[in-house]
């Protein structure tokens, strides 16, 4: 088990863990966001290889659309 902070908050997951991992566990799979770890934003591209490391601070920024 890792323990990641996102947006402040701490999350536990299962190793071994990646940003889609995440993005699944937290049920946001097919929204609109982007994800920074530890102050680089990662490409959506990326999810699946980008390993989560006990301690990695995460930003979620949800799209949301109007007018």
């Known amino acids: 088990m890792i323990t990641v902070t996102v947006n402040g908050q701490p999350h536990t997951l299962e190793e071994p863990a990646t940003a ?3 993005i699944e ?3 946001l799979t097919g929204k609109r966001l982007a994800m920074e770890l530890n102050e680089e934003i990662i490409p959506r591209s990326e999810y ?3 390993e989560l490391k006990d301690g990695d601070q995460i930003e ?3 799209a949301v659309g109007g007018g």
């Open 20 to 22: 889609a991992t995440l």
């Open 25 to 27: 566990q937290m049920e």
């Open 48 to 50: 699946a290889t980008t």
């Open 60 to 62: 979620i920024i949800h």
